[in-house]
Structure formats: C-alpha cells, structure tokens
C-alpha cells in the first residue's frame, strides 16, 4: 500500500524554530505573552482544521441545459475537486406542492451559485442525549427547510466517469445529505468518481397518504430519490459523469430506498449497481400496508385538527387542503406525536407503503415473490457485526438500557448489565412482532442467553443487542441476498463489517455498532485525523483507503476486489472487514453469518404465523392486518393462511406440530451441540 502524505496545512510551521524564539524572549513578560497566544492560534487551527479545511480556490463554471451552474474548486492531499453544493432538481415542494409527487425543475436565467450545502428537509432533532458526539453528529448541520430538494456533487479534477449516489438513512424519519459525516470530496479524490447526494423529504412530508385518488398518494420521499436519480441520468453528463455508471449506495433506510428503486420500473434505466449497508426493502421497519399509514395519517389529521371524520375521496383531500395550511413547525410537531404514540421498540410512523400505482406499481413482496425486479444490476451487501446496540438506550431504556452522557461512557452505570428480569421485559417488548407466543418467547430468550460472553450479565445485555440487530437487520439482509442471487444477471457479493472506530464515543462494549462504518466509506480518518486515537491513526487511514477502494472498484466494475467470493444462497460466504484487511497479512471469509440464529426467528415466525410480508402489519396490541384498506384478520386466520404459503421465500409448509418442535430443536442447537445439530436438520430437511 502506497504511504500517503500527512499534510494538516496550505503552509509548514516550524514549531521547533517558534519555540527557540519563544524561549530568547522569554524575559519579556509582554513579549511572551503575545507570542503564547499566536503561537496556540496558529496550533490550534491546524490541529482543529487539518485536512478538512475546504478553502475555495477559484469558481468552476459547468453549462447544463438547464442554465449555469458556479461552484468552487477544493484541494484534499495536492489533488483538486470541483465541488457544487445544493443543485436543485425538482421544484420547491411548497404551498398547493406539499405532499404532492415532486416536479422536474425548471431551466433558469442567469446563473445558479452552488456554494451552500443542500438546506435539510424537515425533521425533528435528536435530543435525547444533548451534546453529546454520538447522537450530535446525525443532527441537522444546516438550515431546516421544506424547499429541499437539491443534491451535492464532488467531481475530482481527474475522473473516469464513474458515479457514485449516496441515499442517506434514518429511518425516513431523519437524515441530511449535508452531515459532515457525508462529505464526498475524499472518496471523490481517491475513487476518480463523481459522488453525489441526494435529498428527500421526510416524515409526515416524505410519506404521509390518503388515497391513491388523491394529491397524496404516499411514498412521495422514494419518488423524490427517483426524481434525482433522472435528473443525473440527464445531466451529470455535464459534469463528467457517465449516466450508464451509476451506482446507488446507502445505509439503513437510505439501503432500503436503493433496494426499493430495483421493484420501481421508472428507475431500472437510472442505476447499474447497488451497495446496501445495513438495510433491506423488506425490513419490518422499512415499509407498512396502505391501511397502516393511512390510519397514521389520520391521526396526524386530528392532531392538527384536520379531520371530519368521513373517508371518502372528497373528503381526505379536504384534509389534505387543511394540512397544507398548517406551518411546517406545526406539522412536524404533530408527526413526532403520532411517532411516539406507538408503542413497538422499532417501529416508524412514516414509512413507504409496500404498494402503489406510481413508484412500486404493484406490491413490493408480491413483485419479489414473482421476481419481477431488475436483474441486470450487481449488489454489494452486507451489515456490521452489532447492528442492535446503537438501538438499545434509544428504544429499551426503561429495561436497564438507559445511557448517561454526562459522565464517562465506559463509566460502570453506562455497561448495561442488565438482570434476568431486564432480559425478560426486553424480550416482552418484542413479543407482539410474534404473535404474544409464549413458546417463542422462550425458545429466543434461550437461544440469545446463550453467547459466548465472560459474565452472566454481559450475557444478557448482549442477548438482546444481538436479538435486535438479528431480527430488524441482518437476517433480513440475508433472505434479500439468498432470494436474489439465483436471480440477478449480474453478481452478488457480502460483507460483514467488524472494526469499531476508535473516534466511536458509545462505550466499547457496543462494539462495531449500525451506521458506524460510513465515516470508513467517506475517508473521515483523511479528512479529519484529529478525531481518531493517535496511535491508530495510521490504521485507520489504511482501513478507510482499502473500504473506499473496495466500493470504488466495485462501482467501476461490478466486482469489489479479486479475492472476494460472489454470494449464493447455499455457501453464504462474506468476507470480514475488519483490521486484516488494512495489514495486508490476510483476510476471512465467513460462511453463513448468523446463520442457526436466522433460521431460529424463520421458525419463530412461523410459530406465530407472520411472513415477512406479514411483519410489517403488525399492530401494537399484536393483531395483523391484510394489504386491503380496513380490513383486518385474527392470527388464526394468519396461521391457517401460513399452512399453504411460508413467506416471500416460497418454501412449502411443513406441518404445524413439527414447526413447533423444529423450533425447541434448533433454539437447544445453538448450544452448539453436535448431535443436536444434526438431529435438527435431519429433522427439518426431512
């Protein structure tokens, strides 16, 4: 691996000659006074700046058919970028727009300056832990507006046409193309790609509906990210970008949306590849049934005293027309209490419907069990080996989770050592996502109590990290990759990212947590190397080069590196990104991550009868309800349903009595006990 220059300045500092100066006037009280402080000026700026300062050099002027575009010219590391910052591609989503599907922005005279960061659509900042580094750095970093949609472009002066879109995440709820976290120039100067990233609203704004025969007919966010994606295919030309190389990746729910854009038949065009970090399209989380959130947005119709109570068409767009009255503040407000009137850990209010007529055109699981998806595109997948942790003082900390920001992470009150009777309530709070089933309740409490940890306690607290990130991310993760890679003209491959960041402010025993391999894929440790433990840094600046060449190469060529084993359903091979991959010394390949634990929740589900379809209609008081507006089926129904059909993965039902035994087998398998082992896939493969 080539040495990379460490420049922290546009000019050197002598600090061994400053120092002689300061010591031949050290007589000189006013002297030496003035000089101290000089001298900690001129440290302090380099130190707090480094390699992130971003001094504009000269305009850079780009002709699109659309007008004149002036954005600036940056250096990172003796090499320039030309950066354009808040390009709009639509029309402000405001008055009659709000809520509406987003419009193709019209040519401009004159020219547009692109020297501001894309404003942040609405959304409610974190402030549950105030000032602290780990909740802060996902907060709004700029100007909340609902005149949003606008994209920023880092284009490196030396370029091979490659394009790289980034869809950010939080949950449809949350989220900023303009984090510093995201910023591109980096991967733009190492990768010689153009990088991009897109916004869409969120919220109650992304992704409220009332109908499909009305001004709001949902998943207005995702026709938002579709929106950017062909305003790029039209004109990134223009900045050096080749519209056939476009590669769409995010995290978490920005994972899920480019999933989501392969099941919209407006995007196959836009796009030939995807890197999915830690998010599915069929995540529980990531998508509800039209009754689900039309109900929601009732709720936010009264809220803001918008309702009348009558559902015809007329009438919801009566709402609509009062909603559209109401100030955003206002809106947003209310959003966050229908948001916190439901009470399943993981579960958001405003989400994509899983079916449409205008982005899915059709039902998402339906299209996927059909295979009626775009094949000709290559997927990078993967998650990072704690996907709960993160989740847990945010969502179970009333279950011994809670987490004290005032004093040191790694402080005994901030290790969640929780009890058994924790373990249990933990566990409870999940139970209607599988039908209140007693048994099932059991045999995951049993199987997650039983990892590898030095203390009882440790035991259970890291049960229900893993439970977590299992069922709300990785299994999922999987099940997507087993399901379309015998489908795909293209190739799949999987990682599973290991390495905790030692800039991570979380305490250590939260480990290589969800979201926390992006500052990797951005070349945070380049960029800002004053954030990282010294005596790490020269590891993690090779471990972010080598994660940046990965996509890089990925994104140039559909195949991430030679050595890496393309993804099928019945190997399951991933290759581990963790420390070895920066030595160079070596690397690992896992086979089957998670893999007894998925199979424990496929079986857990089918106990309690919900697909995986199913899981993302499941209402607080455990009921499920069908696609169709209003109705509503008991899990009775579910499971007599359940006896012809197991899932989106098409696998035939196996008789109810061996579900239940398949699955007390398979929970006492992950003892890790031979005979066991093989007594259960005797017994279930039979």
């Given at each position: 691996?080539?040495?990379?220059?460490?420049?922290?300045?546009?000019?050197?500092?002598?600090?061994?000659?400053?120092?002689?100066?300061?010591?031949?006037?050290?007589?000189?009280?006013?002297?030496?006074?003035?000089?101290?402080?000089?001298?900690?000026?001129?440290?302090?700026?380099?130190?707090?700046?480094?390699?992130?300062?971003?001094?504009?050099?000269?305009?850079?002027?780009?002709?699109?058919?659309?007008?004149?575009?002036?954005?600036?010219?940056?250096?990172?590391?003796?090499?320039?970028?030309?950066?354009?910052?808040?390009?709009?591609?639509?029309?402000?989503?405001?008055?009659?727009?709000?809520?509406?599907?987003?419009?193709?922005?019209?040519?401009?005279?004159?020219?547009?300056?692109?020297?501001?960061?894309?404003?942040?659509?609405?959304?409610?900042?974190?402030?549950?832990?105030?000032?602290?580094?780990?909740?802060?750095?996902?907060?709004?970093?700029?100007?909340?507006?609902?005149?949003?949609?606008?994209?920023?472009?880092?284009?490196?002066?030396?370029?091979?046409?490659?394009?790289?879109?980034?869809?950010?995440?939080?949950?449809?709820?949350?989220?900023?193309?303009?984090?510093?976290?995201?910023?591109?120039?980096?991967?733009?100067?190492?990768?010689?790609?153009?990088?991009?990233?897109?916004?869409?609203?969120?919220?109650?704004?992304?992704?409220?509906?009332?109908?499909?025969?009305?001004?709001?007919?949902?998943?207005?966010?995702?026709?938002?990210?579709?929106?950017?994606?062909?305003?790029?295919?039209?004109?990134?030309?223009?900045?050096?970008?080749?519209?056939?190389?476009?590669?769409?990746?995010?995290?978490?729910?920005?994972?899920?949306?480019?999933?989501?854009?392969?099941?919209?038949?407006?995007?196959?065009?836009?796009?030939?590849?995807?890197?999915?970090?830690?998010?599915?399209?069929?995540?529980?989380?990531?998508?509800?049934?039209?009754?689900?959130?039309?109900?929601?947005?009732?709720?936010?119709?009264?809220?803001?005293?918008?309702?009348?109570?009558?559902?015809?068409?007329?009438?919801?767009?009566?709402?609509?027309?009062?909603?559209?009255?109401?100030?955003?503040?206002?809106?947003?407000?209310?959003?966050?209490?229908?948001?916190?009137?439901?009470?399943?850990?993981?579960?958001?209010?405003?989400?994509?419907?899983?079916?449409?007529?205008?982005?899915?055109?059709?039902?998402?699981?339906?299209?996927?069990?059909?295979?009626?998806?775009?094949?000709?595109?290559?997927?990078?997948?993967?998650?990072?080996?704690?996907?709960?942790?993160?989740?847990?003082?945010?969502?179970?900390?009333?279950?011994?989770?809670?987490?004290?920001?005032?004093?040191?992470?790694?402080?005994?009150?901030?290790?969640?050592?929780?009890?058994?009777?924790?373990?249990?309530?933990?566990?409870?709070?999940?139970?209607?996502?599988?039908?209140?089933?007693?048994?099932?309740?059991?045999?995951?409490m049993h199987a997650y109590s039983h990892l590898p940890t030095e203390k009882q306690e440790q035991r259970w607290r890291d049960g229900v990290a893993r439970f977590l990130g299992d069922y709300?991310?990785?299994?999922?993760?999987?099940?997507?990759?087993?399901?379309?890679?015998?489908?795909?003209?293209?190739?799949?491959?999987?990682?599973?990212?290991?390495?905790?960041?030692?800039?991570?402010?979380?305490?250590?025993?939260?480990?290589?947590?969800?979201?926390?391999?992006?500052?990797?894929?951005?070349?945070?440790?380049?960029?800002?190397?004053?954030?990282?433990?010294?005596?790490?840094?020269?590891?993690?600046?090779?471990?972010?080069?080598?994660?940046?060449?990965?996509?890089?190469?990925?994104?140039?060529?559909?195949?991430?590196?030679?050595?890496?084993?393309?993804?099928?359903?019945?190997?399951?091979?991933?290759?581990?990104?963790?420390?070895?991959?920066?030595?160079?010394?070596?690397?690992?390949?896992?086979?089957?991550?998670?893999?007894?634990?998925?199979?424990?929740?496929?079986?857990?589900?089918?106990?309690?009868?919900?697909?995986?379809?199913?899981?993302?209609?499941?209402?607080?008081?455990?009921?499920?309800?069908?696609?169709?507006?209003?109705?509503?089926?008991?899990?009775?129904?579910?499971?007599?349903?359940?006896?012809?059909?197991?899932?989106?993965?098409?696998?035939?039902?196996?008789?109810?009595?061996?579900?239940?035994?398949?699955?007390?087998?398979?929970?006492?398998?992950?003892?890790?006990?031979?005979?066991?082992?093989?007594?259960?896939?005797?017994?279930?493969?039979?």
């Amino acid at each position: 691996m080539r040495k990379r220059r460490r420049k922290t300045t546009a000019f050197s500092i002598n600090t061994s000659e400053l120092l002689r100066l300061y010591f031949k006037f050290s007589s000189h009280s006013c002297l030496t006074f003035i000089f101290c402080c000089f001298f900690c000026l001129i440290v302090y700026c380099s130190s707090v700046h480094g390699r992130s300062s971003p001094v504009a050099l000269t305009d850079v002027l780009i002709q699109t058919t659309l007008g004149k575009i002036i954005g600036f010219k940056q250096k990172f590391d003796g090499k320039s970028v030309h950066t354009f910052l808040g390009v709009p591609y639509a029309k402000s989503p405001t008055g009659s727009g709000r809520f509406g599907l987003p419009e193709m922005i019209e040519p401009w005279e004159g020219e547009f300056r692109a020297d501001k960061p894309a404003r942040t659509c609405f959304f409610s900042r974190d402030t549950m832990f105030p000032d602290f580094p780990g909740a802060e750095m996902w907060n709004p970093p700029n100007d909340i507006d609902e005149d949003c949609l606008a994209m920023n472009i880092w284009v490196p002066e030396h370029h091979d046409g490659t394009v790289l879109v980034w869809i950010y995440g939080g949950g449809f709820y949350s989220g900023s193309p303009s984090l510093d976290l995201y910023d591109g120039r980096v991967l733009a100067v190492q990768e010689r790609a153009v990088v991009i990233n897109i916004n869409y609203r969120l919220g109650p704004f992304g992704f409220l509906y009332f109908g499909d025969d009305t001004s709001v007919p949902g998943n207005m966010g995702l026709q938002d990210q579709q929106m950017a994606l062909k305003w790029i295919h039209e004109h990134i030309a223009h900045f050096g970008g080749d519209p056939r190389r476009v590669t769409l990746f995010g995290e978490s729910a920005g994972s899920a949306s480019a999933m989501a854009h392969m099941f919209a038949d407006g995007s196959y065009s836009l796009f030939s590849r995807i890197i999915a970090q830690s998010g599915s399209i069929i995540n529980n989380w990531a998508t509800k049934p039209k009754a689900s959130i039309l109900q929601i947005s009732l709720q936010l119709a009264h809220h803001l005293n918008c309702s009348n109570g009558n559902n015809s068409t007329k009438a919801m767009q009566n709402i609509v027309e009062c909603i559209r009255r109401v100030p955003t503040s206002i809106i947003q407000r209310a959003g966050d209490a229908v948001s916190q009137s439901l009470s399943l850990p993981m579960d958001f209010a405003f989400v994509p419907i899983d079916e449409d007529t205008h982005f899915f055109r059709g039902n998402v699981f339906d299209k996927l069990r059909r295979k009626n998806f775009k094949r000709d595109v290559s997927i990078l997948v993967g998650t990072v080996r704690d996907e709960g942790t993160y989740w847990l003082p945010y969502c179970l900390q009333k279950n011994g989770f809670g987490f004290n920001h005032t004093i040191s992470p790694e402080d005994h009150i901030n290790q969640a050592l929780i009890s058994e009777t924790d373990y249990t309530k933990a566990f409870d709070a999940f139970l209607p996502y599988f039908g209140n089933s007693n048994l099932v309740r059991h045999a995951l409490m049993h199987a997650y109590s039983h990892l590898p940890t030095e203390k009882q306690e440790q035991r259970w607290r890291d049960g229900v990290a893993r439970f977590l990130g299992d069922y709300f991310f990785t299994c999922d993760s999987i099940e997507f990759a087993d399901i379309v890679s015998d489908e795909l003209y293209g190739s799949v491959y999987s990682f599973y990212f290991t390495r905790r960041s030692s800039a991570n402010p979380w305490p250590q025993w939260m480990g290589a947590m969800h979201g926390y391999e992006i500052e990797y894929v951005f070349g945070l440790p380049l960029r800002s190397p004053h954030l990282y433990d010294p005596s790490e840094l020269e590891l993690e600046i090779s471990f972010s080069t080598k994660i940046m060449e990965f996509w890089g190469h990925f994104a140039r060529t559909g195949e991430p590196v030679e050595f890496w084993p393309k993804y099928n359903r019945i190997t399951r091979k991933s290759l581990v990104l963790s420390e070895e991959i920066a030595t160079g010394t070596s690397h690992r390949i896992y086979v089957d991550v998670h893999g007894k634990l998925c199979r424990l929740l496929e079986e857990a589900q089918a106990v309690a009868g919900i697909t995986g379809e199913q899981r993302s209609r499941i209402c607080p008081d455990g009921r499920a309800t069908t696609v169709n507006y209003g109705q509503e089926i008991s899990m009775e129904d579910v499971k007599e349903e359940m006896q012809l059909n197991r899932g989106i993965s098409g696998i035939n039902r196996i008789p109810s009595i061996k579900i239940y035994i398949s699955l007390i087998i398979l929970s006492l398998a992950l003892l890790r006990s031979p005979e066991i082992s093989f007594l259960y896939s005797s017994f279930i493969f039979k």
